[in-house]
């Protein structure tokens, strides 16, 4: 669990939001947490600076989470921000749900409300009626997809478009694809990819994906129920009906292990024991964490940099890696750290805190944009999101996020691979 979720669980059993904002992950379109689509809340007392809630949304790691001030001056009106773990959305119809949900169970709403959500995709109207909140959207456009059959089988699977309808583009707040496929069966058999699916929503130009098995209606109902993972379930058999398909629930979140397998690119990038080349690193064994902004100085990088969760911890990762370093190279381990920041700043802080391994240099985030790792914005500046990287033979075998606690990751590291070595051995694929 990362350090906002255990802050976000244990502030649920206050009275009021004023101290620090209250999170939780809710199962929309769902009868309990067997199913459904995870949305996060985060109820504060104030506006966020965008770069904070983007740093909270990256953290909760769902596919949207909702930004609410509490309700004061209108009786019946919540104003909304919508985040994905990437970017601010225009709104979001299950965060919209779950949205209602929580201030019904936080009592500012109440059973019975007829009540409105406030996005910068407009104002949405809800009743909240035998604990189901329903929503009504209007289709603010319909027309011809921008892509094609092709590019949706590359992105999605071997999908069996539906005998009539085609791929269309429908904008209710958000643009969407909808891919209608022959029946139902094969919405199980999604091939759920993050990296395809983001990049064929980035080519057409479109927010979220919609594969459905008959058309979509206008109206939709849905419950919501706290819970404290930050799963990934697959959808049900058609929106508009809660969701009795069970989702798969890491025993911690997914993370990144889709990198598990891919090869690490050859990017030649400076560090401050001259220029690497990752694959060259990672020939033998490369334990690679990624890390946020570290100087050793009291001084943060931006302004705000306090109020986003696990900005702090990067000197105190740094420093773990220093004293293990001995044991990771007799592992057989290369260590490296990688940052946004410039040599000469990654310099100054392995000199003051003494560091024997190398620094990394990437203010482009050439290895991002390769791999798809996770970023953030703060003080207009982006910056990695921590997580580790454990690769052989030029080959990821372990991911490391999230990362909870930052000084024990060496130590955490060291024991995973004593333990790998342990059970026979490298063999090219993660063992557990």
């Known amino acids: 669990m990362s350090a906002l979720s255990q802050a976000a669980e244990s502030a649920t059993s206050a009275t009021s939001p004023e101290a620090a904002p209250l999170a939780w992950i809710y ?33 909760l790691s769902v596919p949207t989470t909702g ?20 970017q601010e959305i225009e709104a979001c119809g299950h965060v919209t749900v779950a949205v209602a949900t929580a201030l019904v169970e ?3 709403w109440r059973w019975g409300d007829e009540v409105i959500v406030r996005a910068r995709g407009g104002e949405f109207a809800l009743t909240l009626r035998d604990r189901l909140v329903a ?42 694809l909808v891919v209608p496929v022959a029946d139902a069966s094969q919405l199980a058999a999604l091939e759920l990819d993050a990296t395809r699916i983001a990049g064929l929503a980035r080519e057409a130009g479109l927010d979220t994906i919609c594969v459905a098995s008959s058309p979509a209606t206008r109206r939709s109902s849905a419950g919501g129920r ?12 058609r929106m508009g009906a809660r969701s009795s398909m069970p989702p798969t629930v890491p025993a911690k979140p997914a993370g990144f292990d889709h990198l598990i397998g891919r090869r690490l690119p050859s990017l030649r990038l400076d560090s401050t024991q001259g220029r690497a080349l990752l694959s060259s690193l990672a020939e033998r064994r490369l334990v690679l964490f990624i890390y946020r902004h570290a100087t050793g100085l009291p001084e943060p990088p931006v302004p705000e940099w306090d109020s986003i969760p696990g900005a ?8 773990g890696f220093r004293d293990q370093h001995p044991r990771l190279t007799e592992l057989g381990a290369e260590v490296a750290g990688l940052s946004v ?13 003494g560091l024997k391994y190398r620094l990394i240099s990437d203010p482009a985030r050439a290895l991002q944009a390769a791999l798809g790792l996770p970023t953030f914005t703060a003080g207009g500046r982006s910056f990695y999101r921590r997580l580790t990287l ?43």
């Open 226 to 237: 706290a819970s404290s993972w930050p799963g990934h379930s697959r959808p049900g058999a």
């Open 27 to 59: 199962a929309s379109f769902a009868d309990g947490l067997g199913g459904g689509n995870p949305a996060g809340v985060v109820l504060t007392s104030m506006p966020l600076a965008e770069e904070a809630a983007q740093a909270i949304a990256a953290v």
């Open 341 to 353: 920041q410039t040599v000469q700043e990654q310099q100054a802080f392995a000199e003051r805190v």
């Open 67 to 86: 930004f609410v001030v509490v309700p004061s001056d209108e009786r019946g009106v919540a104003d909304v921000r919508f985040f994905t773990p990437e």
């Open 312 to 319: 702090r911890g990067c000197t105190a990762q740094s420093c």
């Open 106 to 108: 936080r009592g500012i």
């Open 135 to 176: 929503m009504t959207q209007r289709l603010a456009f319909l027309g011809r997809a921008p892509v094609s059959w092709p590019k949706v089988r590359a992105a999605l699977g071997s999908l069996e478009p539906h005998p009539s309808l085609r791929l269309a583009r429908a904008g209710t707040g958000l643009r969407h």
């Open 390 to 432: 454990v690769a052989e033979s030029g080959v990821i075998v372990k991911v490391f996020d999230p990362i909870a606690a930052p000084a024990e990751n060496a130590a955490e590291i060291v024991r995973w691979l004593e333990s790998r070595d342990g059970e026979g051995g490298r063999t090219g694929g993660e063992q557990r």
